[in-house]
Nanobody, 127 residues
Framework: EVQLVESGGGLVQAGGFLRLSCAAS????????IGWFRQAPGKEREGVSL????????YYTDSVKGRFTISSDNTKNTVYLQMDNLKPEDTGVYYC????????????????????WGQGTQVTVSS
């Protein structure tokens, strides 16, 4: 059974940090790009960051550049999202998703089809 399981969310004060994890089972990251999305209450889901297993390229939406870092550990089949200097506007449910294919020089996340999704983890940043 294919699963993506997120963890690491929580409540943190503005300026703080969290590290989210996305662990995969039932498939390996080879041949996939793994992305993080978030959805705040009353807002549409937005793509936050993406990493390709094909060439290691990464993408970040403008609002998180310089604060978030995506990485992967293929030995653990896990992708991480290090979130530093968190802001209240980062609050939302964070989901990871897997896009099958050989993605090179990844760009805006709306370009890709996502085949598998996790259940999400809540991140709340207080002011």
């Amino acid at each position: 059974e294919v699963q993506l399981v997120e963890s690491g969310g929580g409540l943190v004060q503005a300026g703080g940090f969290l590290r989210l994890s996305c662990a995969a089972s039932g498939f390996t990251f080879d041949g996939f790009a793994i992305g993080w999305f978030r959805q705040a209450p009353g807002k549409e889901r937005e793509g936050v960051s993406l990493i390709s297993s094909s060439d290691g390229s990464t993408y970040y939406t403008d609002s998180v550049k310089g604060r978030f870092t995506i990485s992967s550990d293929n030995t653990k089949n896990t992708v991480y999202l290090q979130m530093d200097n968190l802001k209240p506007e980062d609050t939302g449910v964070y989901y990871c998703a897997a896009s099958r294919g050989l993605h090179y020089s990844v760009g805006p996340m709306g370009r890709y089809e996502y085949n598998f999704w996790g259940q999400g983890t809540q991140v709340t940043v207080s002011s």
